[in-house]
């Protein structure tokens, strides 16, 4: 279930997929991977510092990012056109994810 505090953070935020009221019982990898390794006061901090920079995709991390991360997403049972490289963005977790490693 949806903590509305990291909702707000990763998926209002930042989320091109996020659909107030839809699926809230659903978590993607990255929200798991920052709600579980950041409370919200960290999560705040990183994320005004982090969507500041350029987004920029390194194939190791991407690996690292989808063993880790992308494997426990709960919407992944869906197929997801970013790990499969299609022109498709990634969801609010993975872009905040990707930006703090840029």
């Not at 997929?17 to 699926?23: A, D, S, V």
């Not at 019982?25 to 705040?44: Q, R």
């Not at 995709?57 to 490289?85: A, N, P, Q």
């Amino acid at each position: 279930m949806k903590d509305s505090s990291y909702t707000n953070l990763v998926c209002a935020s930042c989320c091109s997929f996020y659909k107030p009221g839809k699926k809230e019982e659903m978590l993607c990898g990255g929200y798991k991977f920052l709600k579980h390794h950041l409370c919200v006061s960290e999560l705040e901090a990183l994320i005004s510092n982090a969507l500041k920079k350029t987004y920029l995709r390194k194939t190791d991390e991407d690996r690292w990012i989808r063993e880790h991360i992308c494997s426990k997403c709960d919407f992944l049972v869906d197929g997801c056109d970013f790990i499969e490289g299609l022109p498709s963005p990634p969801c609010g977790g993975c872009i905040i994810i990707f930006r703090l490693i840029s």
